[in-house]
C-alpha cells in the first residue's frame, strides 16, 4: 500500500506518493487546494492507500503559521469522511526552502521556476514524504 503526502497551500497543494513497498516517495501533482478533497477521494479508489501524511504549517519558532487553520479544517474533514484512511501531521518547516534549493541544483532553469509555481509544491509534498519514511526507519 501507498503513503500519500500532501503540502497544503492556500491555492494550490502539492501531492506526493511512495511506491506501493513505500520505499521511494516521488511527486505525483499540483491541484487547485478547492479541489484537493475530490482529487484524494479518487486517488483512493484506484490505488491501496495506507495513510495520509500532510504537512503541519508551523513558523521557525515552532509557532502556528497562518495556513494551519486551513490544514486543520481539511484534516479534520478527511477524518470524519474517510476514517479508513488515517491521516497525519508531519512538520513541514523549511520544506520551501529544500524545494527551491533541490531546483536550483537540479538545473531547473528560472523562468521554469517562477512560470510553474506548483512544481515547488510537488516537491515539498516530497521532501515531507521522504522525511516521514527516513524518520520511521
Not at 501507498?2 to 506526493?16: C, E, P, Q, V, W
Not at 494551519?68 to 488515517?86: D, M
Request: avoid cysteine; charge should be positive.
Amino acid at each position: 500500500m501507498r503513503i500519500l503526502s500532501i503540502d497544503y497551500g492556500k491555492k494550490r497543494t502539492g501531492i506526493a506518493v511512495t511506491d506501493p513497498l513505500q520505499i521511494v516517495a516521488n511527486g505525483l501533482i499540483t491541484v487547485a487546494t478547492p479541489e484537493l478533497f475530490a482529487f484524494v477521494e479518487q486517488y483512493i479508489q484506484k490505488e491501496q492507500v495506507e495513510r495520509i501524511i500532510i504537512g503541519k504549517p508551523t513558523q521557525p519558532n515552532g509557532q502556528p503559521s497562518e495556513n494551519l487553520a486551513r490544514v486543520e479544517n481539511f484534516f479534520n474533514r478527511w477524518r470524519k469522511a474517510h476514517p479508513e484512511v488515517p491521516i497525519e501531521y508531519y512538520d513541514e518547516r523549511f520544506t520551501s526552502v529544500l524545494a527551491h534549493r533541490a531546483m536550483i541544483e537540479g538545473g531547473v532553469k528560472k523562468k521554469t521556476r517562477r512560470e510553474n509555481k506548483g512544481l515547488v509544491d510537488e516537491i515539498s509534498a516530497t521532501i515531507i514524504l521522504q522525511d516521514y519514511l527516513e524518520s520511521r526507519r
